[in-house]
């Protein structure tokens, strides 16, 4: 995001404190933004009832854009929604979920769940061929994906840097 707005200096983040993952976001979209010397606003989320006054005081706020961490509050459902707040408020927005940006938010930027699944169901075969669960290695995502919606970035009068575009894994067009 920030190399699709160089000049911005406030970022939001949206986030649910009923995600396990919530702690590790936070820390690291801290430790993003001392690198990238940007401001941060973290704005929680705990119903879909709280998305329209999160995006409305970002918005307030002056961010430049905002990051939605990946829950199942936002990447499983309501990312319709999601999308619409983001053109409403004018925030260009990232995700963690590509099915977040299919549903017109602005580029995601998360693990490729189809190679999560293939590795899961080689973890399945072995399961099923008789090796016990304790016994198999936790594995980290080691695929990611950049997905970029050039409809959603013309709304919103971006122009998204042609080496973003040559990176990106996809592009809705």
Known sequence: MKETLPHATRFGVLWSPTAPSYRPVLQAAEAASLKLGVQLLKVSVSTVADFDGAFAAMARDRVNAVFVHASALTARTNRPLLAELALKHRLPTIFGVRANVEAGGLMSYGPDYQDLSRRAAIYIDKILKG????????????KFEL??????AK???????????QRADEVIE
């Open 147 to 152: 997905v970029i919606n050039l409809k959603t």
């Open 155 to 165: 709304v919103l009068g971006l122009a998204v840097p042609q080496s973003l575009l």
């Open 131 to 142: 090796a016990k669960p304790a016994d198999l290695p936790v594995q980290q995502p080691t």
